[in-house]
């Protein structure tokens, strides 16, 4: 093969490196997003069960997406555990907590992983049924609601603010519990929150 003279012949070492820097950039970023998304994971699974634990001291049954046992240990159900050790935080791409109480079934906090381009975001929101419509051709439908509590980058995401917002939720939820007022929650929400997607199913 004959050798490319003068300028041509470094071409390829300047797309090489260009090349290489891409690669680098790429790669730390997701990197970054992955550790930052394992943490945020590990504190929301602690969170999510230990406000599961705290609804059920009062009767409230609530189901927790992923199940308690794919990533706890436990000495003593429900109170006293701990995380797996090989527990994969990464591999959880959504969770919920979903209240299962007559007249309340839906009634969730939720939360999931999207990406913008190449920026991985969290959204959480509070997800509630409003009652049932009939369609002619598709029968009785639920229709549900949804109202945001956190929506950020994963790079920006503040432990601090996590936990302003949910404790504010968990508190009013709670109480509308101990009250048997499921509008002391709705109305909580309305005020306080973006409305998001509303759906049927």
């Known amino acids: 093969m004959a050798k490319a003279e003068g300028k041509d012949a470094d071409w390829f070492a300047v797309l090489d490196e260009e ?13 970054e997003q992955n550790t930052q998304r394992a943490t ?5 699974l602690e969170d999510f069960f230990r406000i599961w634990t705290r609804f059920n001291k009062i009767n409230v049954h609530f189901s927790l997406v992923p199940e308690n046992s794919t990533f706890a240990q436990f000495v003593v159900y429900p109170e006293e555990w701990s995380f797996k050790p090989d527990f994969d935080f990464l591999g959880v791409d959504n ?6 109480t007559q007249g309340r ?8 992983y999207y990406s913008v381009e190449t920026t991985v975001h969290l959204r959480m929101v509070f997800e509630y049924c409003e009652g049932e419509h009939y369609y002619k051709y598709a ?3 639920r229709i549900f609601s949804q109202h945001v509590l956190l929506d950020v980058p994963v790079a920006k995401f503040d432990l601090k603010k996590y936990h ?10 709670y109480e509308s ?11 909580h929400l309305r005020e306080k929150h973006e409305k998001g997607e509303t759906f049927t199913q």
């Open 95 to 100: 969770i919920s907590l979903t209240d299962r």
């Open 105 to 112: 079934v839906g009634d969730s906090v939720k939360a999931w």
């Open 164 to 173: 302003e917002v949910l404790a504010d939720t968990i508190r009013v939820w």
């Open 40 to 44: 945020i994971n590990r504190n929301m």
């Open 139 to 141: 029968g009785w439908k």
């Open 177 to 187: 519990h101990l009250r048997r007022d499921r509008d002391i929650i709705l109305k």
């Open 19 to 31: 090349l290489e820097k891409k690669m680098l950039e790429i790669t730390d970023n997701a990197v």
